[in-house]
Structures are given as structure tokens and as C-alpha cells.
């Protein structure tokens, strides 16, 4: 977040029409928890690129552009395309970083943005790298979930934003006018973990009656949208103007809605604040402010978590609608045997945690590992149903198990849409080795959903994922469910359950 500096009037006012104003928002799909070590894995990254580069990561220094491609590559692998816009600025080059998601409405577009460089002084990971980390963990969530979103989702990373907003009034500034009036939202993540944290919501309806005054018409609904993640788990919050100190600024300016969240920079924390959020009184938000000592120790855990998970909420709740329920062309519970068989192919090679239908038991190792409830009922497919006396005593070890649907006979015209909830659960010592994949076997074999493991400590959370079969419209075929624990022995889960096929 650069220093003050009020931005000139809001221009026209752009009418997000059946987008955000006028209208209450669809009911979503229910948003993810968003893991906090995930977060934070990205910010020991940051950490350690500043580290190599000259102690930043500042524009037109190294280890801005490194910032820039490690963020990149983890996107260009989980599916996005991305593009990586250079600009030119105080005689250096800088880059802003576009991801764009597949699916949606391309004349609807909720934009999800932070900015990515530091200030000189340091390597700045609470500003940016905390609101950079939250929004590049919550798109790799909708490429883990397979989101086939209503609106069309992009997230954008920022360069040379501590300078005055560059690459953020770079990338406004040359969209065409056709394609600026697609963009319907656009919701701005800078500074979220601040040590002594606040929670702050940008007020896009100037209801606390002060400062710049509100944001374009549509600003207020996004407001609405995070207030409600944050009243929905207890943590009040206050209005922060539209100042112009973050990325917003351009949108605002030509009139696209815009909202976020914030916890703090160099303002101190007020007596009433420190009663309502904990924290210090008579000290700042953030004591390292663009200093040397913004590293991964000024951080506050908490308000990093519950930012990360607001994101992931307003996106949810904007551009994800639920799956339509559609008319069931076949569907399991598992509260009955339907017939799905561990092992058809006879290759498996785990030696515990196989397949099998059941009611399962929770285990727990630094979080829960195995889900203990299900989606429905009392039965799930669970790697191991039982929990034994350590939570690893029935996880997949040793390779892979799969399992098997019985034969599921398609209707021969008509979209087709496989549903299932899932989860993959694993300690932080597993890698891309280890996973959870979905094929359809018919006329040909299409893997339709795959989550790798990784290197950090991943909790069982249930999610759903949906895939097209309209491909295998008119044949018979079988779903095979396959987990693995394949490289370096980790602590390895899946979970399943009601999977189902539908058409309109």
C-alpha cells in the first residue's frame, strides 16, 4: 500500500446491471475454507525471493519479476491462462500478472486483485504479499474444486503499485471501453495480516459519512457481501474510504464497482478498536510499514486466515452458483451397495487405506485427516473407514487403490453433468506424488478431475467438483476413483460421496 493520496472525482457511474445492484445475490455454493499454511507457504516464498534478490521486491528489481513468475507458474499449472503485461515506468520495466479462469459469463466479470510489488526497504509481506498469497490461494481453490463459475473470474496481480498505482492505471487505462463495461466488479486485497490488526471494509456507500464518498453504483453490494462473511463468524468490522491508496483507485475512476478488505498500515489502533478487536491500543496497525522488518514475522495469523476465507466467500458468493440439480440419470449415496468394485483393474498396489463403502471414523493429525461426517447419510467411499490408535494406522500406504462404479448406462442426446463431493486430506510431508483422480472409462478413458498433494499440511474439508460427460452421451460407463500415497510415505486420506449424473 503506497502512502496517502486522495484521488481525483469517480467518473461516471457504470450500472451493474443483474450483476450487483438491484438485485439480492443468487444463493452460491457453500465457499472453502481456504488453508491458512497454504497462505503462508506463499509468503515464506515471497520471503525467500526477496531474500535472493537484494532484500525486495520492488519494481524494475529482480525480485519483483521472480515474485511475478513464481506466481505464474502456479497458475499456468493448475489450468489458468495468464498473461504477463509489461509496462514501462521511471525507466524500468514492470508486469502485471492476469489469470483468467475458463467458464463463465465473459460479458459478467468479477475481478479479484493485489498488488505484488514492495516498497525498496523491504521484502513487504504483509504489503503485499499477505493480500497477494490470500488471492493466489483462493485461485488455486477454484482450479482444486473444478469451479465451473456463472460469472467469468479474474485475478490480477499489481506492479509498481507502491510508485502510484502504474500497473493497475496501466492495465484500466488500455482496456478498450468494450471491454472495461465487462467488468462488473472488482475487489481489491491489500495489506490482510497485519500483527495488530483491524477489520476494515472499503465503504462503497460512504455510510460512516465521511471521507471521498461512496464508490460507483454496485460498490455498496460488494460491501454487503464481505460484511456478511465476517458477521457470519462473529468478528465486527468498520468502513475504510475509497482514499486512493491501493488498486482500487482505477476502477473506481471509470466507474466500476469496486469493494475489499484491509487490516491496517501505520494509523494507530484506537482504545474502542483494541476493545473490539484485541490488539494493542496507541500502537499501529503495522509497526514495520514499508520497513526491513516487514519479513514473515509480522504477520498475524488470525487476521490472514479470516482474509483469506473472505475472499474466498465473495467469490463464491458472486460467481459461483450452485450446481443445478438437473434430472438424475443415475446416483449414488452409498447408503446401499450398488455394486462398485475395489481393484477392478487389478493393479492396485496400496497395502491399507482401500477403497471401501462405510461409515467412516475421524482421525486426526494436525487437523482432520479423516472425516468422521459425511455429505449425506451415514455411509461414504473412504480410503480406511476406521481410525485405529493413530491416525495413521489405516491411511493409504504403499501406492495407489481405486474403485470401481458398476456399468451406468447414458441417454443419447442431451448435456450431461457428473457431480461428487470429495476431499484429500495429507501431512506436510507429501508431494505432487500423491493424489486423488477421477476417470470415466467408455468408448475412450478421460480423466475429468485430479487434486495433487503437496508439501504442506492439508485438512479433510469436503468440496464438490462437477465434470461434462456430454462426450459420453449414448454410452455405458464406469466412474474409477483413485488415491495414492506414492512417493515419500505421508499420511494419506480420500474421501467421497454422492456422486451423481444429471442432464437439464
Known amino acids: ?58 519494481h524494475g528489481r529482480p525480485g519483483y519479476l521472480a515474485s511475478a513468475n513464481y506466481v505464474k507458474g502456479r497458475l499456468d499449472a493448475a489450468g489458468y491462462t495468464t498473461t504477463l503485461q509489461s509496462f514501462t515506468y521511471n525507466g524500468a520495466t514492470g508486469y502485471n500478472l492476469i489469470a483468467d479462469w475458463p467458464g463463465g459469463d465473459p460479458n459478467q466479470v468479477l475481478m479479484v486483485g493485489a498488488h ?5 526497504a523491504g521484502p513487504g509481506i504483509n504489503d503485499n504479499g499477505s493480500g497477494s498469497a490470500a488471492v493466489l490461494e483462493t485461485a488455486l481453490e477454484v482450479a482444486r474444486q473444478g469451479v465451473n463459475p456463472a460469472k467469468h473470474l479474474r485475478f490480477a496481480w499489481w506492479g509498481a503499485e507502491e510508485l502510484g498505482l502504474i500497473g493497475s492505471r496501466y492495465y484500466v487505462n488500455n482496456l478498450p471501453v468494450t471491454e472495461r463495461s465487462k467488468i462488473k466488479g472488482y475487489l481489491n486485497f491489500d495489506m490482510v495480516g497485519s500483527p495488530n490488526a483491524g477489520y476494515f471494509i472499503y465503504d462503497g456507500d460512504n455510510s460512516d459519512g465521511t471521507g471521498s464518498g461512496p464508490g460507483p453504483a454496485g460498490s455498496a453490494e460488494l460491501e454487503r457481501v464481505l460484511q456478511g462473511y465476517f458477521s457470519s463468524i462473529g468478528v465486527p468490522t468498520e468502513g475504510t474510504d475509497f482514499d486512493g491508496r491501493s488498486d482500487y483507485g482505477p476502477f473506481i475512476a471509470v466507474g466500476i464497482p469496486a469493494g475489499g478488505t484491509f487490516t491496517g498500515a501505520e494509523g494507530i489502533k484506537s482504545s474502542a478498536q483494541a476493545a473490539k478487536w484485541g490488539g494493542s491500543a496507541g500502537v499501529a496497525f503495522d509497526r514495520c510499514y514499508h520497513r526491513s522488518c516487514d519479513t514473515t514475522t509480522n504477520i498475524n495469523d488470525t487476521a490472514l486466515d479470516r482474509n483469506a476465507d473472505a ?19 443415475w446416483s449414488d449415496d452409498f447408503e446401499t451397495n450398488k455394486g462398485w468394485t475395489v481393484n477392478a483393474g487389478g493393479a492396485d498396489t496400496a497395502t491399507t487405506g482401500r477403497w471401501e463403502r462405510g461409515d467412516p471414523e475421524a482421525t486426526d493429525s494436525s487437523g482432520p485427516k479423516q472425516l468422521g461426517t459425511t455429505v449425506s447419510g451415514a455411509n461414504d467411499l473412504v480410503t480406511g473407514r476406521l481410525a485405529g490408535a493413530a491416525a ?17 448406462t447414458l441417454p443419447a442426446s442431451g448435456p450431461l453433468t457428473l457431480s461428487f463431493s470429495w476431499y484429500l486430506a495429507h501431512g506436510s ?14 468408448s475412450t478413458t478421460t480423466q475429468v478431475f485430479q487434486q495433487l498433494g503437496s508439501a504442506t499440511d492439508r485438512d479433510a474439508s469436503w468440496a464438490t467438483a462437477t465434470a461434462n460427460l456430454s462426450s459420453f452421451a449414448g454410452q455405458t460407463v464406469r466412474v474409477v476413483i483413485e488415491a495414492a ?15 451423481k449424473i444429471t442432464t437439464p
Open 392 to 408: 495413521g494406522d489405516h491411511d493409504i500406504d504403499g501406492g495407489s487403490t481405486s474403485i470401481q462404479s458398476p456399468a451406468i
Open 485 to 499: 500415497d506414492a512417493g515419500t510415505a505421508s499420511l494419506v486420506e480420500a474421501g467421497v460421496d454422492d456422486v
Open 116 to 120: 505484488l510489488d514492495s516498497v525498496t
Open 1 to 58: 500500500m503506497r502512502t496517502s493520496r486522495l484521488v481525483s472525482a469517480v467518473g461516471a457511474v457504470l450500472l451493474a446491471a443483474g450483476f450487483l445492484v438491484g438485485t439480492a445475490p443468487a444463493a452460491s455454493a457453500a465457499s472453502p475454507d481456504i488453508p491458512l499454511a497454504n497462505v503462508k507457504a506463499h509468503l515464506s516464498q515471497f520471503q525467500s525471493i526477496a531474500s535472493a534478490n537484494g532484500g525486495n521486491r520492488a
Open 429 to 442: 510431508n507429501s508431494s505432487s506424488t500423491d493424489y486423488l483422480r477421477v476417470r470415466v472409462v467408455g
Open 311 to 329: 475472499i474466498a466467500d465473495a467469490v463464491w458468493d458472486i460467481a459461483v452458483s450452485p450446481p443445478s440439480p438437473g434430472t438424475p440419470v
